[in-house]
């Protein structure tokens, strides 16, 4: 049994649920989730969450992103990228009259927030029915634009009428319909023609993992190796230690009082907390110094002496005490 995430790169063909699938085959076990859909014939990073691990889903998905897209000028089709069918094609002339200046501002300009239609072809449901069911039917349903934002946008190549992007976004957005509407604006129409997840919070491509390479590893029984803990992901919280009393109440999931907390750990006085329970300036117990060292409302990692972690707790420093907000007993 893991707990925990991989960071997987999936790889074209594939959709996510695949992917899940194949690790639930690899791993023999049930309880695994990704963290948010990407297209089957896109490919890159996918957090993948394992066991208890799995209570971060919702979590990651939330995170930004980041993508580097290839555009494709002068055309349409129903799916916004290159698998679809061709709706319309731009004259040749016009494509030729555009400049790489109007093209550089006109994608700047989608810099910051902005109203995205999403598009039929999405896993989106509209009156209980998936979009792409609809789409695949032949039929077309209004859609409510969602604001979705663009954090950074930048052209890393342009060879008209290709231009390849780095795109960092919010939760939500399309990036086929992001390429659609840039070529909309610009008045010739444009597609996605390749998709590249380069990023999900911390998780980055040039760490992750592909299915054949977590398969070598299960052979080797090394995939705990690979398996990032939970904990990992609240690194910028405060650390707080229990002592013997307080460890027995963490395991069942219960609130803690000054009385059981051995030390407390900004981030910046140690960076390891797992397997090697920080000494350095920490403080000690006692409810004046605990909760005047922590803010009200401030969430933190709870850790029993031996460096196991068992969940995030916020602050509630009028009633001294620590409260539990998510349990990571796996």
């Known amino acids: 049994m893991y707990n925990g995430i991989i960071n997987v790169y ?12 194949r690790l639930r085959g690899i791993c023999k076990m049930k309880k695994i989730g990704h963290t948010g859909t990407l297209d089957p014939e896109a490919v890159g990073v996918l957090p993948v969450c394992f066991g208890s691990g799995t209570k971060l889903c919702d979590l990651l998905t939330d995170w930004d992103k980041e993508y580097i897209a290839v555009l494709r000028l ?11 069918q ?12 555009l400049t790489p ?18 598009p039929m072809y999405s896993a989106l449901k509209v009156n209980g029915k998936k979009l792409y069911e609809l789409a695949r039917a032949g039929k077309e349903v209004e859609r409510s634009p969602r604001t979705v934002r663009i954090g950074e946008i930048e052209i890393l190549e342009m060879n008209l009428p290709i231009v390849k992007m780095r795109v960092v976004c919010s939760k939500g ?12 604006r610009l008045g010739c129409g444009g597609v996605m023609e390749s998709l590249i997840r380069s990023r999900v919070g911390i998780f980055g491509v040039e760490d992750a993992l592909t299915l054949a390479e977590l398969e070598k590893l299960r052979d080797e029984d090394k995939i705990s190796n690979v398996i990032i803990s939970p904990d990992a992901i609240f690194e910028e919280y405060p650390a707080v230690i229990v002592n013997e009393q307080g460890g027995r109440m963490v395991q069942n999931g219960n609130q803690l009082g000054a009385a059981q907390i051995a030390r407390i750990v900004r981030p910046e ?20 110094v605990v909760f005047a060292d922590l803010a009200e409302g401030e969430q ?28 990571f007993l796996g």
């Open 10 to 21: 999936k790889e074209a063909g594939f959709t996510s649920h695949d992917v899940v699938a």
């Open 74 to 84: 002068g055309m349409t089709t129903d799916t916004q990228d290159m698998t679809g």
């Open 86 to 97: 061709v709706l319309s094609q731009c004259d040749p002339e016009k494509i030729a009259a």
């Open 101 to 118: 200046e109007r093209v550089r501002e006109t994608i700047s300009d989608f810099q910051g927030s902005y109203d995205q239609i999403p």
């Open 173 to 184: 957005t399309y990036i086929r319909t992001l390429c659609h509407d840039i070529g909309g």
């Open 269 to 288: 006085q140690s960076v390891q907390v797992r397997g090697s329970v920080p000494q350095k300036q920490s403080v000690q117990p006692g409810q004046a």
């Open 300 to 327: 933190v990692r709870v850790y029993d002496g031996d460096g196991k972690f068992y969940g995030i707790y916020v602050c509630r420093s009028a009633a001294g005490v620590l409260k539990p907000v998510k349990m």
